[in-house]
């Protein structure tokens, strides 16, 4: 937009952050000027057409008398129009200034008052020159009843030229009002010309208007009398530049009613687009144009929505596993996978919560899952669920994982330094395996949750007990060393072998080889 134009629409629109009164004010100042030149208009384009388009007819008796009399008629009635129409406008405007200047949510009834502003000013200019089509006919009947014709016809023309003008320029004035008032809701039903309805009006100015004129030069001089070249040279310069010029103007103010919110809506789009869901787009009015506007941001609003539940929805249940839903929907059952497991335990919760008030015992839980979320995330794992003092931590499902059981056994590293060395205030076991396992949605239709069930798991859990009783307060089993890459598989030591609780065949341990062995806290 060229600078001549961003300061004509600051003069419209008024400066960013305005409060409701100056907007009112504004725009009361506005729509009298607009209302002013409009009528201003209109008689250009009777005084243009009775003077050099349209021939008075011949055998008109007193003519010199006629001719004062319509001029003065033309400068009075001009002079009373405005005035009335300024006065009348302003106080059919009063509703709509007090709705403008209101710092509160609009009713829809009083929506629909301030949408339809413009066609009420445009109401009262149907009155005034209706009138003086009539009251002008009929001053001029006394004389002659083709020039009565004439000037009701000029008259006519006159007409269409202001309420037009004004319809147009008064629902550009009013569009910071609207916008305010259609930030929540936009009324159905609002009766409002809309695109189609505005491409008539300029339609009807630019080339109606002067084209009329043409048949009525055509007709006159057919019937009453024949045009000298001259004349007919001077109509239709006069004809020819009225469409150029105002129908310039006004297909351009008809344009950018349509086009600056379509605009407003592209550049809000390109946001989206870029993720930034704060986008939001003003609506300009109650057409086609303003419910588009108006859809696009309850769709916004919608996507912000979806955009909450499926950050809740991952923080629930796991990113990965809220990815997979969302892209391949949900089935009851599971698949089988190889995954490496870790569990972890607090160690004397029971003690816990019963010598500490419950307020203080969640919020040392709080802050030593936020330890084990940090340490699983960056080591690619998945915290499956929160068992209370425990978290299950799973590595290769619901997606494929290169080298689970590796990250795995680094991560239980770190945990039990971390939760060693931070000041927690608890003490937490953990322990590893890996193995083939189902993972998948188990429950019902009406409730489920992804999880993983199989060997590993139960091994984990078994190991994550008998991890309590040791100084490192870590154990995996042997078959997840020997899964893991050489270089990790180096960090860790094979110590005896056991028969896990609820376990046939015995399981080999292996606990981190100490740099400086770990003591229990």
């Known amino acids: 937009m060229s600078e001549v134009g961003r300061a004509f629409r600051q003069v419209l629109d008024g400066p960013p952050g305005a409060s409701r009164a100056q907007t009112e004010r504004r725009t009361r100042w506005l729509v009298i000027i607009a209302a002013v030149l409009a009528n201003i208009g209109g008689a250009l384009v009777v005084l243009v057409f009775a003077t050099v388009v349209l021939q008075d007819p011949d055998g008109i008796a007193e003519y010199t008398k006629v001719q004062r009399v319509n001029v003065v008629v033309f400068f009075v009635y001009l002079t009373v129009a405005i005035g009335v129409g300024v006065v009348w406008g302003l106080r059919s405007f009063r509703p709509v200034r007090e709705l403008v200047g209101a710092d509160r949510r609009l009713e829809e009834a009083e929506q629909l008052l301030l949408l339809r502003a413009p066609l009420r000013l445009m109401g009262v200019h149907v009155a005034l020159w209706g009138i003086a089509t009539v009251g002008w006919a009929a001053v001029n009947a006394c004389f002659s009843g083709l020039l009565a014709v004439k000037v009701g016809l000029t008259c006519l023309l006159g007409a269409v030229t202001t309420c037009t003008i004004v319809y147009l320029l008064a629902e550009r004035l009013f569009r910071p009002a609207v916008t305010t008032a259609l930030q929540n809701k936009v009324p159905r039903g609002t009766g409002m010309p809309g695109v189609v309805a505005r491409s008539v009006l300029a339609w009807a100015l630019g080339t109606a208007v002067p084209v009329l004129g043409l048949v009525f030069v055509g007709v006159g001089s057919l019937i009453v009398a024949q045009m000298s070249r001259r004349q007919l040279a001077w109509t239709m310069v006069a004809l020819g530049g009225t469409a150029l010029l105002v129908g310039l103007g006004v297909t351009y103010i008809a344009a950018r009613a349509v086009a600056d919110p379509v605009d407003s809506v592209r550049l809000a789009m390109a946001r989206v687009e870029r993720n930034d869901l704060d986008a939001e787009v003003p609506v300009y009015d109650g057409s086609e144009i303003g419910l588009l506007q108006a859809g696009f941001n309850h769709m916004v609003i919608g996507l912000r929505e979806h955009e909450r539940l499926q950050d809740l929805f991952g923080r629930q249940v796991g990113e990965d596993v809220a990815k997979v839903a969302l892209e391949r929907g949900v089935d009851l059952g599971g698949e089988l996978r190889q995954v490496a497991v870790i569990f972890v335990d607090v160690i004397g919760s029971t003690r816990l919560a019963a010598t500490r008030p419950p307020t203080e015992v969640v919020t040392l839980l709080n802050r030593f899952f936020a330890v084990v979320v940090d340490v699983i995330d960056r080591?690619?794992?998945?915290?499956?669920?929160?068992?209370?003092?425990?978290?299950?931590?799973?590595?290769?499902?619901?997606?494929?994982?290169?080298?689970?059981?590796?990250?795995?056994?680094?991560?239980a590293r770190e945990l039990g330094e971390r939760l060693h060395t931070d000041a927690l205030g608890l003490s937490a076991a953990v322990g590893v395996s890996a193995g083939e396992a189902v993972a998948g949605h188990i429950g019902a239709e009406k409730r489920f949750e992804y999880t993983v069930i199989g060997d590993p798991v139960n091994e984990a859990a078994r190991l994550t007990d008998l991890a309590k009783s040791t100084s490192q307060l870590v154990l995996a089993s042997d078959a997840v060393v020997r899964a893991a890459d050489p270089a990790e598989a180096q960090c860790w030591e094979f110590t005896e072998e056991v028969t896990l609780r609820g376990r046939t065949q015995p399981t080999r341990l292996a606990a981190p080889r100490p740099v400086g062995r770990a003591t229990r806290p």
Do not use: C, Q, S, Y
Not at 392 to 411: E, M, N
């Open 379 to 411: 080591h690619g794992g998945w915290i499956n669920k929160f068992e209370g003092d425990a978290a299950l931590v799973i590595f290769g499902a619901p997606l494929d994982l290169v080298d689970a059981p590796t990250r795995a056994l680094a991560a």
